[in-house]
């Protein structure tokens, strides 16, 4: 405890300014912002804190844990529009299949449409938030169809994206701090850790967001959706389609979790 003490005065003498400081900004009429940045930076440290006294498990930790972090689709989606995407010719009306996905036998064409729609799985766990999610995918889908193509050389799966729903991976200092936590050198952190973490925020927030469990999050994602958790390499995460996402293994992925381990080891 004493030593969390004086972490969390550390922290309150970074977080809050001096006087002269404070006056200063409020000349410039920027006080307002900086007391809703110090609170966010608090509000954030308090969280991790908290666990900490509890002794609780951190390998949940979720966007809500971390500093500078929400759902920021609006955020993702400018990201996009400043990429150079190249498109690729495909046939709609092909039946993709690999390692045993698609067993359906749907066309591409009604992959990019309905990528969610598994009427035959709502047997499955589910709840209301993630059935209007599905319907709002579709939505989307239908105004949108998905249009194969890569940025950067790695295949672009934003818009088959499940919902809104798009969650801010740590960055490479977060991602230090989790290791420490957790007892692992960041220095040799492999790629399979890394997943682990960033499946772990994932799986977490789809519970916040969706009103279940962390347990039925996991099963929900690979059941009631058919998904898989995609990381991309702009820093963030979103579900995908699994029959389609399969197809990665023809192209070059090297996204997020690749470049933020080298960062990681560089730190």
Known sequence: MEELKDVTKEVKDVA???????????????????????????????????????GGDTEFLSPQDLPNDEYYAEGVEQWHSNQERIDEPQDLTEIPSEGGVNSEQRTRGELY????????????VSSEEVEAGIERTHQRTEEHPYRRGTIEGVRDFFDLRFDDFVVKLPSAQEYRAICQERGID??????????????????????????CSVKEAELIIGNRLNGIIHEDKAGYAIIVPANIHAEKSAFSHTGYVERIKKEIANT
Request: aromatic share 10%.
């Open 113 to 124: 449409k309905c990528p969610y729609d598994y009427d035959n799985l709502k047997g499955n």
């Open 16 to 54: 809050i300014p001096s006087n002269e400081l404070t006056k200063a900004l409020e000349e410039l009429g920027l006080s307002e912002k900086l007391q809703a940045i110090e609170s966010k930076a608090m509000d954030a440290f308090k969280a991790v804190a908290a666990k900490w006294v509890e």
């Open 186 to 211: 960041p220095k040799t952190i492999d790629s399979a850790t890394l997943r682990s973490i960033n499946y772990d925020i994932v799986r977490k927030a789809f519970a916040e967001k969706y009103g």
